[in-house]
């Protein structure tokens, strides 16, 4: 859906953190020490549970059409007991550092991404943007879903309602709930409100996504790990409105 360019329809149904490491537990007889065989002498202490993990998929600003379908996926990403990221990690080439803030959010540490906004388990980075680009100056260049997330068809969406998150704001931009028509009501945090047609939300998570002069919009739908559902929307670069592309994510309510 060209949801104009807040309901630019994104797929994002998001699960929680899922911890995929986990150390092996001890037993009753001491083990070897490091660096030793199995001979006899003292045995040092078991050895420390290894680092839970876990892993994201990544949707870029940048990113073609197709990755919608192929995001980049994120693993290694180590998490603290309560779930949340705590620590290093790759986007591709991209190393971030995460650290969990008393608010249940996040600081993040790299040259380029400085304001990171968390909903639901999802992530967005962002950074400064350009003139008339973004909100409050700040533009979404990364939406990290969890990768426990199951995608699901757009049909899974009817009847809910969601918020849409975009550019680290903290709070949302406008509103959608899928109708059982298939159609989708948008209505912005001002009060202005808009029906989206079955039509163009059909497009928005079809193959290629829903073009117009202003640009291309393209989403996919989630279930999270938490039973609610998400989607990611991403606008191509290029296009009167989408000049430099965008990404974004709505959350159930």
């Given at each position: 859906?060209?949801?104009?360019?807040?309901?630019?329809?994104?797929?994002?149904?998001?699960?929680?953190?899922?911890?995929?490491?986990?150390?092996?537990?001890?037993?009753?007889?001491?083990?070897?020490?490091?660096?030793?065989?199995?001979?006899?002498?003292?045995?040092?202490?078991?050895?420390?549970?290894?680092?839970?993990?876990?892993?994201?998929?990544?949707?870029?600003?940048?990113?073609?059409a197709s990755a919608m379908d192929a995001p980049t996926l994120v693993g290694n990403v180590p998490v603290n007991a309560g779930g949340l990221v705590n620590g290093a990690f790759f986007i591709g080439t991209l190393a971030v550092t995460l650290t969990p803030t008393s608010d249940g959010g996040y600081t993040v540490s790299n040259s380029v991404y400085n304001t990171v906004l968390t909903r639901a388990g999802l992530i967005e980075l962002c950074n400064a943007s350009g003139l008339g680009d973004g909100t409050n100056g700040l533009k979404s260049r990364y939406v990290l879903l969890?990768?426990?997330?199951?995608?699901?068809?757009?049909?899974?969406l009817k009847g809910?309602?969601?918020?849409?998150?975009?550019?680290?704001?903290?709070?949302?931009?406008?509103?959608?709930?899928?109708?059982?028509?298939?159609?989708?009501?948008?209505r912005e945090a001002g009060g202005a409100s808009e029906t989206i047609s079955a039509a163009e939300v059909a497009a928005t998570f079809g193959t290629t996504g829903f073009t117009t002069t202003e640009g291309t919009s393209i989403a996919r739908a989630f279930q999270l790990a938490s039973g609610k559902y998400a989607f990611v929307s991403h606008g191509l670069p290029g296009g009167a409105g989408n000049a430099r592309g965008y990404v974004e994510f709505f959350v159930e309510e």
């Amino acid at each position: 859906m060209q949801f104009p360019r807040s309901l630019c329809a994104a797929v994002v149904v998001s699960a929680l953190l899922a911890a995929c490491g986990g150390g092996s537990g001890g037993s009753d007889s001491p083990g070897p020490g490091p660096g030793t065989g199995t001979g006899s002498g003292g045995g040092a202490a078991n050895p420390a549970p290894a680092p839970t993990t876990a892993s994201f998929k990544a949707f870029g600003q940048l990113d073609p059409a197709s990755a919608m379908d192929a995001p980049t996926l994120v693993g290694n990403v180590p998490v603290n007991a309560g779930g949340l990221v705590n620590g290093a990690f790759f986007i591709g080439t991209l190393a971030v550092t995460l650290t969990p803030t008393s608010d249940g959010g996040y600081t993040v540490s790299n040259s380029v991404y400085n304001t990171v906004l968390t909903r639901a388990g999802l992530i967005e980075l962002c950074n400064a943007s350009g003139l008339g680009d973004g909100t409050n100056g700040l533009k979404s260049r990364y939406v990290l879903l969890p990768g426990t997330a199951n995608a699901v068809a757009v049909t899974a969406l009817k009847g809910r309602s969601f918020k849409l998150y975009e550019d680290c704001a903290q709070t949302p931009r406008s509103t959608a709930l899928f109708q059982a028509d298939g159609t989708v009501l948008e209505r912005e945090a001002g009060g202005a409100s808009e029906t989206i047609s079955a039509a163009e939300v059909a497009a928005t998570f079809g193959t290629t996504g829903f073009t117009t002069t202003e640009g291309t919009s393209i989403a996919r739908a989630f279930q999270l790990a938490s039973g609610k559902y998400a989607f990611v929307s991403h606008g191509l670069p290029g296009g009167a409105g989408n000049a430099r592309g965008y990404v974004e994510f709505f959350v159930e309510e």
